[in-house]
T-cell receptor, first 113, second 114 residues
Framework: DAKTTQPPSMDCAEGRAANLPCNHSTISGNEYVYWYRQIHSQGPQYIIHGLKNNETNEMASLIITEDRKSSTLILPHATLRDTAVYYCIVRVYRETSGSRLTFGEGTQLTVNP | NAGVTQTPKFQVLKTGQSMTLQCAQDMNHNSMYWYRQDPGMGLRLIYYSASEGTTDKGEVPNGYNVSRLNKREFSLRLESAAPSQTSVYFC?????????????FGAGTRLSVL
């Protein structure tokens, strides 16, 4: 699975968009990009995933560059409850190993009032 | 809608004691996982079960055993607890039907080994 690089921390003002970058320059054609977050002391929560097209759901948008070497998670109107560690994970599905995820250290997003 | 349920939520053990962490999911998922998270670090996979009747080692399996009791339940056993196993343990499950790889996590078990 491709390695990902994320900034260790970011700040965002409440009500503004939070744009969290992720670099995955060694990604291969069949690897998906997943985003999870972990609010302090809770279990990780799935946010969104994509292969090559941009994706949007009720929580966030995922923008993947055309060469797929990087992506950005966008929280359009950040709230204080969005303060969490955000993990970008690249994963290929293998029949014999299911969907094992490798968590890095993620980005600590702090939303300020 | 319970999702993934872990018990207990907290546990304190003495070195050498044994215990079993329980995990159950009610989403009819095929795959289940056990992770540990040490302070300030990301999650590391201990063991996983891709489907009922199968288990495989993850990144940090030493000192642990698992049992996939049935499709719903996946337990993690510490036979002889050590202080290095002080951590937060998370169980997760995923459907793994087609390309659906999303994992859903429980609330965690906080374990201290003295």
């Amino acid at each position: 699975d491709a390695k990902t690089t994320q900034p260790p921390s970011m700040d965002c003002a409440e009500g503004r968009a939070a744009n969290l970058p992720c670099n995955h320059s060694t990604i291969s054609g069949n690897e998906y990009v997943y985003w999870y977050r972990q609010i302090h002391s809770q279990g990780p929560q799935y946010i969104i995933h994509g292969l090559k097209n941009n994706e949007t759901n009720e929580m966030a948008s995922l923008i993947i560059t055309e060469d797929r070497k990087s992506s950005t998670l966008i929280l359009p109107h950040a709230t204080l409850r969005d303060t969490a560690v955000y993990y970008c994970i690249v994963r290929v599905y293998r029949e014999t190993s299911g969907s094992r995820l490798t968590f890095g250290e993620g980005t600590q997003l702090t939303v300020n009032p | 809608n319970a999702g993934v349920t872990q018990t207990p939520k907290f546990q304190v053990l003495k070195t050498g004691q044994s215990m079993t962490l329980q995990c159950a999911q009610d989403m009819n998922h095929n795959s289940m996982y056990w992770y540990r998270q040490d302070p300030g670090m990301g999650l590391r996979l201990i063991y996983y079960s891709a489907s009922e009747g199968t288990t495989d080692k993850g990144e940090v399996p030493n000192g642990y055993n698992v049992s996939r009791l049935n499709k719903r339940e996946f337990s993690l056993r510490l036979e002889s607890a050590a202080p290095s196993q002080t951590s937060v343990y998370f169980c997760a499950s995923s459907a793994n039907r087609g390309r659906d790889l999303v994992q859903y996590f429980g609330a965690g078990t906080r374990l201290s080994v003295l």
